[in-house]
C-alpha cells in the first residue's frame, strides 16, 4: 500500500494525494484536530441546582476535506477527477485506511469510510481547476501511529529448568513466563491484540500493572493452533473462527493507557507458547 511521504500528502486505500508535486491538493481539513463529539450520562439533580456527572464516550469522527484538483504537467485536470471519483467513493461494508503526513508528526492513520462527495461545476472548471469536498466517517475517533508495536511474552512449563535471578520471572499456576512491559507513546488508550502459538494448556494473560486478567482455563491449543483475542472488539478467534466462549469467567477487557508502562505476563498450566502482543499508539 502506497504511503504518503511529503508534508500534508494523504493516502486512502492506496491512492496518494495532497503534498507537493500531486495533481490533488488538500487546501483545508475539518475534524481531525477536534474532540469528537461526546455521549454523556449526566443527570439531573432533582430539585437541587445542576448535574450529578457520569462517564463521558467519544462518539465517531468526522473529517471533511477540501480538496483541489487541477491540471498541472503530469496530466490534465479530467485525469486526476477521475482518479478521485474512483478512489474517494462509499462502500457498502467495512473501513479503508486514510493515512496522513502532517508535519512534526510522521504518518498517521485512521479507519474511515466516504460518506460524502461534492464536486463543484463553475467556471473555473471549465479553465482546469475543480474543488470538492470530502466527507469521511471515522466509526474509531482514534488517530493512530502508522507503525505498529509489537512485543512478545514467552510462557513455558515449570520443572527442573533453572534461570539466572537477573531474568524478570514471574510464577503463576505451576508455570514460568517471561512478561514484557509496554508504553503506548499516544495521548488516549489503544487496545491490543494478542496472537497465541504453539501447544499449551489454560494459558493466562495477565496485566501486572492493574491486576486484570483474560483467563482460557479449559483451552488445549496445539501446535497448529492459533488464537487471536482482540481487545477492543472484545472477540476471541481460534484458527480464524469465533471463539468467545472459551474466555473464562474471571476475565477483563483491559486497555494500554497513554504514556503510562504497562507489564503483561503470559502463563500456562503446561506447555512453552508464544504471544505476541501488537497495537498502535493512539491520540485523540
Known sequence: MASPSVAYGFS???WLFGGAGQGVQVLSIDGLEDIPSLRTQDEGRGYSDGMWTGSDALNNRAITMTLQIMSDANAPMSTYLTQLKTYLISQTTGTGVLQMFLPGRGVQ????RVRRRTIRIDPEYTYGRATAVVEFFCPDPRIYNDTQTTGTMLAASGGSRTYPRTYNLAYSGGAVGLSVTLTNAGN????PVFTLSGACVAPQITNITTGQVLTFPAVTIVDTDVMVVNTDLRAVLM???AARNLLGNASQWFSLPAGVPTTLLLSVAGGSPTCVVSYRDASI
Open 12 to 14: 486512502f486505500n492506496g
Open 109 to 112: 492513520r485512521v479507519n474511515a
Open 188 to 191: 488516549y488508550e489503544t487496545w
Open 239 to 241: 484458527n480464524g473462527a
